[in-house]
């Protein structure tokens, strides 16, 4: 099976020999009966396994193409799982503006355990040979969050793995769909399956994709140990999620385009964020060689002219709310939502103003989108 859509679709049928069909059953027994006390089947206690979690792991790393996958119960879990192996003294580099949950745990959380960290504001023009041997990891979020600025993958783990440093990479943006971190020499790929693999907001869920069978050894323990597989009807949701994933992206990316051009043109918009927004910049160059698309996730900064409060209390379709990926279309205040663990001093610093919307598009009909922002503009308007 070639196409994505196809394998999607059809990847990860584990036989269900009493009652097979095309959707595979949701194994709720937290512990499994056993042949005898030294004769064990592939399961024996959920924490560790479950068919229905093995299936979607299989169908996952049908359409990751690679060869392990752990499904987790979060975004946070899989980037805490993915990190797990630095140890105190070690240092990690990351992405100026990243997810606020992930600059916490760095920034907080591996601090106290005596990992040190280093942010890059712009990892395509960093000098890797420049480093010092505590370098373990790169993290990295392309496009990033809330500025959805462009890294360049392929040069990122080619000059880190001279080193031997570790690359991983938060796909959650652009999903293994439009973009394919491990062909470009990432390490290991982690995404917050809450957002596009699920597309319906309706579950919490992680996802770690990686070819590295030592590193995989890893995080399967310390899955367990933490204690934050996926449960086994979070499962199901997010494989049947999944199933739809290239539809809804592909209506989604459209809205995106109709809504960018809308918003180019409105008075309201003093600057517009988004990896498709330039043809001529460094951005859009590196997006277009290593994605097959620019996503669907908007910032833009409001003129002053016109009121904020006034603005979100008037929007009728979109909702105001945090994440993204979903069916619906979602509008956020970053600098008091998403990323309201950084310090001012660390949000001025790297862009995120406190004019700054973030709209996550969803599969709507445009014209309802385009009229509810120009309804809510000409309502907030001073």
């Known amino acids: 099976m070639n196409d994505f859509l196809t394998r999607a679709i059809h990847s990860g049928r584990l036989e269900d020999s009493q009652y097979p069909g095309p959707s595979y059953p949701i194994y709720l027994s ?3 009966n056993q042949a005898g006390i030294d004769s064990f089947g592939e399961f024996m206690y959920s924490r560790s396994g479950n068919p229905t979690r093995s299936h979607l792991e299989e169908q996952v790393a049908s359409i990751e193409d690679c060869q392990h996958v752990l499904a987790t119960s979060s975004g946070m879990a899989a980037t805490a799982i993915a990190l797990s192996f630095l140890q105190a003294g070690d240092k990690i580099l990351l992405n100026s503006n990243v997810y606020g949950g992930t600059w916490t745990y760095v920034s907080d959380f591996l601090k106290q355990k005596g990992v040190h960290y280093e942010i890059v504001t712009d990892f395509n023009v960093y000098q890797f040979d420049e480093l010092d041997p505590s370098v373990k990891a790169v993290f990295i979020e392309t496009p990033s969050n809330p500025l959805v600025e462009v890294t360049d993958i392929a040069y990122v783990a080619q000059a880190a793995k001279q080193k031997g440093i570790k690359v991983i990479v938060d796909n959650t943006f652009m999903t293994a769909y439009l973009q394919e971190p491990l062909k470009l020499g990432a390490d290991v790929v982690v995404y917050s ?7 319906h907001s309706d579950l919490i869920a992680g996802l770690i994709a990686l070819n590295d069978s030592t590193l995989f050894d890893i995080y399967k323990k310390q899955r367990k140990l933490y204690g934050s597989p996926l449960a086994p ?8 999620g999944i199933k739809t994933m290239p539809l809804r992206i592909d209506r989604q990316e459209s809205n995106t385009q109709a809504i960018v051009s809308f918003l180019k043109d409105h008075p309201a918009c003093d600057r517009i ?16 060689k290593q994605a097959k698309g620019f996503g669907s ?4 900064e409001l003129n002053e002219s016109y009121h904020l409060e006034a603005f979100f209390k008037a929007l009728k379709v979109f909702d105001l709310a945090v994440s993204l990926g979903g069916v619906e279309s979602l509008i956020c205040l970053p600098a008091t939502m998403t990323h309201e663990d950084y310090a001012p001093e ?3 610093q790297i862009g995120i103003k406190s004019n700054l919307l973030r709209i996550a598009i969803g599969i709507e009909g445009i014209e309802d989108l385009k009229e509810d922002l120009r309804q809510a503009f000409e309502a907030a308007k001073i």
Request: glycine share 8%.
């Open 193 to 199: 399956a809450t957002k596009y693999y699920g597309g």
């Open 233 to 240: 009807f979070d499962c199901f949701l997010l494989s049947r």
């Open 297 to 300: 996730l908007i910032s833009f």
């Open 273 to 288: 964020y988004y990896t498709g927004l330039d043809p001529e910049s460094d951005s859009y160059a590196i997006q277009v």
């Open 346 to 348: 660390l949000l001025h």
């Open 30 to 32: 937290s512990t499994y």
